[in-house]
């Protein structure tokens, strides 16, 4: 479902952008924080979105150069955990492991808006918008010491496997924007994190008999989702009246 996501953000994205055949340019400069809530998707929380979600936070920059089209740079913090003793599957309550990790999220991306925004313009007040770029992000996960002792016991212990602690993701994402006034807008968005390891959890680590505690098929997921509040910083160049731009 997150993959044909992706492709139809990605193919609607490029097509409006051909699509476009007035131009709307023009120079904007917001600074923004961010907040909101973050959660997992992987081996301990397979398909429950917005599950055991936890506290995010963030700042970012955004630069405009046309109504439909701006430039986003940002860091967010949070934690995201997982629990199988809240699942309802046999396996996993057997399993019963529990994880913890500490995420500190950089991403720059590009977004489109549906229909023309402006802060401070009264004619282009609000818009839904697409968006979508490359992140990084530094993760630090720690595995509870009391759950998933029995298992362990019976499989012989866990097998360990070092990989980077640092790591690029794909940020993509879907949200609508709002003006407050001449230098103020307020957004809400959900934004999934693509990334390219099973090991957030920690849990696709073999037992020592050879028996898999995850699905090593499958990558793990982390999700991003809250509201925004953005300060128009002064103009960097004054607009010219009576040229179609305002």
């Given at each position: 479902m997150l993959k044909k996501l992706i492709s139809y953000l990605f193919c609607l994205f490029i097509f409006s952008g051909f699509a476009q055949t007035k131009k709307r340019n023009?120079?904007?400069?917001?600074?923004?924080?961010f907040a909101g809530g973050a959660y997992y998707i992987?081996?301990?929380?397979?398909?429950?979105h917005f599950a055991l979600s936890q506290k995010a936070f963030g700042a970012f920059y955004r630069y405009s150069?046309?109504?439909?089209?701006?430039?986003?740079?940002g860091f967010n913090s949070t934690y995201v955990v997982g629990d199988d003793s809240k699942s309802i599957e046999l396996d996993q309550l057997e399993?019963?492991?529990y994880f913890k990790s500490k995420i500190y999220d950089?991403?720059?991306?590009a977004e489109f808006n549906f229909?023309?925004?402006?802060?401070?313009?009264?004619?282009?007040?609000?818009?839904?918008?697409?968006?979508?770029?490359?992140?990084?992000y530094f993760f630090n996960?720690?595995?509870s010491q009391e759950q998933g002792l029995q298992s362990e016991k019976i499989h012989g212990g866990v097998s360990?496997?070092?990989?980077?602690?640092?790591?690029?993701?794909?940020?993509?994402?879907?949200?609508?924007?709002?003006?407050i006034g001449k230098k103020f807008g307020i957004s809400l968005e959900w934004s999934p994190r693509k990334l390219f390891t099973d090991y957030l959890d920690e849990v696709s680590l073999e037992y020592n008999d050879g028996y898999m505690r995850g699905n090593p098929r499958t990558k793990d997921w982390y999700f991003l989702y809250g509201g925004t509040l953005t300060f128009k910083l002064p103009d960097i160049k004054k607009p010219c009246h009576g040229n179609g731009f305002e």
């Open positions: 023009f120079r904007q400069r917001e600074i923004g924080v992987g081996d301990l929380n397979p398909r429950g150069t046309h109504y439909r089209y701006a430039f986003r740079f399993r019963n492991l950089f991403n720059a991306i229909v023309d925004y402006r802060i401070g313009n009264n004619k282009h007040p609000f818009t839904m918008f697409i968006f979508g770029g490359l992140g990084s996960t720690k595995l360990t496997k070092k990989h980077p602690l640092l790591q690029i993701n794909m940020p993509f994402g879907v949200g609508f924007k709002l003006n």
